[in-house]
């Protein structure tokens, strides 16, 4: 008998070792962890964007033919006047295409006037007549056209205001259409902030949402605003979506300045407020949260709508009830025991 326990009795303290050793070990795989019911919220998102100046008058002027620039009469920063002759293509060309022309013209109403009398006469036959009729309309036309390209041979002013930027100098060869001043005009101007958004951003904004709109280089002046277009298109280069914001006050600005601006949506919209330190690998967009489900680490990708001074603001992945994981999550993976941290 005593052979037998003695045979016995080193099992048996190996197994009840084995038993402690298993809850230590799952003790020490429980994770402590605090957790936060999470509950949404009816938010009014406000959207922070950038872009620069401009007035909503401005025009970007070109010649209407192609040609050699003859002459350009301002330089940018110059005052300007409705009807003031800014610049002049070199004219050799497109005066021997009015003067084509008008040959052209003469000699079809020659014709059209010799066949009127020969038709008259019934040596012409109808077909003709209708013929050199056509012929001389034609001409007609083409007098027009190149009396018109003429005119537009040169860029006149539209209005008073001030040439912005100058795109082209003399003696430059120049294709139809090629911007060669672009110019604003004055008094009544309204400034605008053109600025990029992302499409989930354009998607929240609607047309007359308010904004408060700032600049660097006037510390201390503030100006409100209203958006007053949105882009139906994306800006290629950009990869966003461009809005406009106008001042709703004057402003002693000039284009091109950089600005800033806060956007206030009228539409609000179902967010979750969270601590910075429940969300991991968090960007602009995306990331992901722990929550309490059965005492155990459940991974949840979330959406994130903005990251705020003091807390983030999630939009989708959570559901009201959660039990979020605010601390300890960094040492979680899914299906990790939980247990509740003391402080």
Not at 119 to 136: C, F, G, P, W
Not at 186 to 201: C, F, M, N, V, Y
Not at 282 to 301: L, M
Request: charged share 20%; glycine share 6%.
């Amino acid at each position: 008998m005593k052979s037998i326990l003695t045979l016995l009795l080193p099992g048996m303290l190996l197994v009840a070792c084995a038993t402690d050793d298993k809850a230590t070990s799952t003790i020490k795989n429980e994770v402590p962890v605090s957790f936060l019911s999470v509950q949404a919220e009816l938010l009014q998102p406000e959207i922070e964007t950038a872009g620069v100046f401009t007035t909503d008058d401005e025009t970007l002027l070109a010649f209407k033919t192609g040609g050699v620039i003859e002459k350009i009469y301002v330089k940018e920063g110059d005052r300007i006047k409705s009807g003031q002759l800014l610049a002049t293509l070199n004219l050799t060309e497109i005066e021997a295409q009015v003067a084509q022309a008008q040959l052209a013209f003469e000699k079809t109403t020659r014709d059209f006037n010799r066949t009127q009398n020969l038709y008259k006469d019934s040596v012409a036959t109808l077909e003709q007549y209708q013929n050199t009729r056509t012929a001389l309309e034609v001409a007609t036309r083409q007098v027009e056209s190149a009396r018109f390209n003429k005119v537009y041979s040169e860029i006149r002013a539209l209005s008073n205001g001030m040439v912005m930027r100058k795109l082209a100098n003399e003696g430059q060869i120049i294709s139809p259409g090629t911007t060669v001043f672009q110019t604003n005009g004055s008094g009544t101007r309204k400034w605008i902030l053109k600025a990029a958004i992302s499409d989930r951003e354009w998607a929240t904004l609607q047309i007359g949402d308010a904004a408060t709109v700032t600049s660097d280089v006037l510390p201390g002046k503030t100006w409100t605003g209203t958006v007053t277009k949105k882009s139906a298109t994306v800006d290629v280069s950009l990869g966003a979506l461009n809005i406009e914001i106008t001042l709703n006050e004057h402003a002693e600005l000039a284009s091109g300045i950089f600005g800033k601006a806060t956007i206030r949506a009228t539409q609000k919209q179902k967010a979750w407020k969270i601590p910075y330190q429940a969300l991991l690998d968090g960007n602009a967009q995306q990331g992901y949260v722990f929550i309490n489900q059965y005492n155990k680490a459940h991974k949840v990708p979330v959406t994130v709508s903005e990251i705020k001074k003091d807390y983030v603001l999630i939009t989708a992945g959570l559901q009201d009830g959660d039990q979020l994981i605010v601390s300890g999550s960094a040492y979680l993976k899914e299906g990790t025991p939980l247990t509740i941290a003391v402080n």
